[in-house]
């Protein structure tokens, strides 16, 4: 097995690592650069890129790509019902997505908001094939630059944080997907899971009144209340194993649709890279982030690295290295593992909010333990 160091920092920042003797980079290409149907302007990739790879001459670079940004607010004016629709546990009624939920700082240390994002259904069709004509159209276009020979892998992002999360995951209020795109995704998943058999169905859902054309997804407070506590019961609970099954599977159909428009856009094999597959993650509603459907991922050609920050709850002096996603998984299927390491530091000033309860080092030699140790998991 080979480990490979890539540093993700700003472009301000590569010279202790470039020192060092670190070659591959990577980290967030700003602005916005899908303005239309069809119209981009690449002129803010370009200015970036070019800036960045002269700072590292013996350097490789990857772009990290945020669609959550892209398409903000033509795209969901242009598509109504293929935008995303929170709705209230206590009365099933649609509510804000932009009103931040004053329970989510006590996890994260910040508010959530949302504004400013494209917050398309993931079960959207409609904005997988224009989303990946999108990304094709940026990859031949930054292909064909002379800093291509740079590039080394592309970084393909959406949902929330960047991680293909679902959206409301920290809207403790709410549950979504409501939208008329993830009912006729919802209702073409369970044809499938089903082979289209309505008696599989109605056996399995443990109801004799339902069928492929009525099937719904199952309410805020059905999905809120599992049958035993913490767990959902299999048949009276099977719609909602379903449901969230299905929210999994409409993910990664939304990642290989980049991802495969990324790879027909590349005239020479490069790597593309995914967050996805935090089985082990410290998230409050991890059936609701859309990670559990790894194995499909895993199937493609179309995603060579899966990426992933390891756990928050064990960071700083002491304590284990624990990646969310599963790397001896993800290597047993022939992909790379890049496991993110973004821990606080000495040097991590107070005015960092962010994650306030990992433990973060109080001296120098306190951080060059943890990073050995964070080290150390890969090797």
Same mark, same amino acid.
Request: aromatic content about 14%; overall charge negative.
């Given at each position: 097995?080979?480990?490979?160091?890539?540093?993700?920092?700003?472009?301000?920042?590569?010279?202790?690592?470039?020192?060092?003797?670190?070659?591959?980079?990577?980290?967030?290409?700003?602005?916005?650069?899908?303005?239309?149907?069809?119209?981009?302007?690449?002129?803010?990739?370009?200015?970036?890129?070019?800036?960045?790879?002269?700072?590292?001459?013996?350097?490789?670079?990857?772009?990290?790509?945020?669609?959550?940004?892209?398409?903000?607010?033509?795209?969901?004016?242009?598509?109504?019902?293929?935008?995303?629709?929170?709705?209230?546990?206590?009365?099933?009624?649609?509510?804000?997505?932009?009103?931040?939920?004053?329970?989510?700082?006590?996890?994260?240390?910040?508010?959530?908001?949302?504004?400013?994002?494209?917050?398309?259904?993931?079960?959207?069709?409609?904005?997988?094939?224009?989303?990946?004509?999108?990304?094709?159209?940026?990859?031949?276009?930054?292909?064909?630059?002379?800093?291509?020979?740079?590039?080394?892998?592309?970084?393909?992002?959406?949902?929330?944080?960047?991680?293909?999360?679902?959206?409301?995951?920290?809207?403790?209020?709410?549950?979504?997907?409501? +939208? !008329?795109?993830?009912? %006729? @995704?919802?209702? $073409?998943?369970?044809?499938?899971?089903?082979? =289209?058999?309505?008696?599989?169905?109605?056996?399995?859902?443990?109801?004799?009144?339902?069928?492929?054309?009525?099937?719904?997804?199952?309410?805020?407070?059905?999905?809120?209340?599992?049958?035993?506590?913490?767990?959902?019961?299999?048949?009276?609970?099977?719609?909602?194993?379903?449901?969230?099954?299905?929210?999994?599977?409409?993910?990664?159909?939304?990642?290989?649709?980049?991802?495969?428009?990324?790879?027909?856009?590349?005239?020479?094999?490069?790597?593309?890279?995914?967050?996805?597959?935090?089985?082990?993650?410290?998230?409050?509603?991890?059936?609701?982030?859309?990670?559990?459907?790894?194995?499909?991922?895993?199937?493609?050609?179309?995603?060579?690295?899966?990426?992933?920050?390891?756990?928050?709850?064990?960071?700083?002096?002491?304590?284990?290295? +624990? !990646?969310?996603?599963? %790397? @001896?998984?993800? $290597?047993?299927?022939?992909?790379?593992?890049? =496991?993110?390491?973004?821990?606080?530091?000495?040097?991590?000033?107070?005015?960092?909010?962010?994650?306030?309860?990992?433990?973060?080092?109080?001296?120098?030699?306190?951080?060059?333990?943890?990073?050995?140790?964070?080290?150390?998991?890969?090797?």
């Amino acid at each position: 097995a080979t480990v490979t160091i890539a540093a993700y920092v700003g472009p301000r920042y590569v010279g202790a690592f470039a020192e060092a003797g670190v070659q591959l980079y990577t980290f967030n290409v700003r602005g916005t650069w899908w303005l239309g149907p069809g119209q981009y302007d690449f002129s803010i990739l370009d200015d970036y890129l070019n800036d960045y790879v002269a700072r590292i001459p013996n350097g490789y670079f990857m772009p990290r790509i945020d669609l959550a940004r892209q398409g903000h607010p033509w795209w969901g004016e242009a598509h109504s019902d293929e935008m995303n629709v929170l709705c209230s546990i206590e009365t099933g009624e649609a509510i804000s997505q932009f009103d931040p939920d004053p329970r989510a700082p006590a996890y994260l240390g910040h508010e959530v908001r949302l504004e400013g994002l494209n917050l398309h259904s993931f079960h959207s069709e409609v904005w997988r094939a224009e989303a990946a004509q999108a990304v094709y159209d940026l990859v031949a276009y930054c292909e064909a630059q002379p800093y291509a020979e740079r590039i080394w892998a592309w970084h393909l992002c959406d949902g929330l944080f960047c991680e293909w999360f679902h959206w409301n995951e920290y809207h403790f209020a709410g549950m979504a997907d409501y +939208s !008329p795109a993830a009912q %006729a @995704d919802f209702r $073409r998943w369970l044809r499938a899971a089903y082979r =289209d058999d309505v008696a599989e169905l109605r056996r399995a859902w443990g109801r004799e009144d339902v069928d492929f054309d009525t099937a719904a997804i199952p309410t805020p407070q059905e999905r809120n209340n599992p049958y035993h506590s913490e767990f959902y019961d299999p048949i009276i609970d099977r719609p909602t194993v379903d449901y969230h099954q299905c929210m999994s599977d409409a993910t990664v159909d939304c990642i290989l649709a980049v991802c495969e428009a990324a790879k027909r856009a590349m005239p020479q094999p490069k790597v593309t890279c995914v967050f996805y597959g935090y089985q082990f993650s410290n998230m409050p509603r991890p059936q609701l982030n859309g990670h559990y459907a790894l194995q499909r991922l895993l199937a493609s050609d179309a995603v060579d690295m899966i990426a992933s920050p390891h756990a928050y709850g064990n960071r700083g002096e002491g304590g284990y290295h +624990s !990646p969310q996603s599963m %790397a @001896d998984v993800i $290597r047993r299927a022939g992909k790379i593992h890049f =496991d993110e390491i973004d821990c606080k530091t000495v040097w991590t000033p107070p005015s960092v909010t962010w994650k306030r309860h990992i433990s973060q080092p109080s001296t120098v030699q306190g951080t060059i333990e943890m990073m050995k140790k964070d080290a150390a998991y890969q090797l």
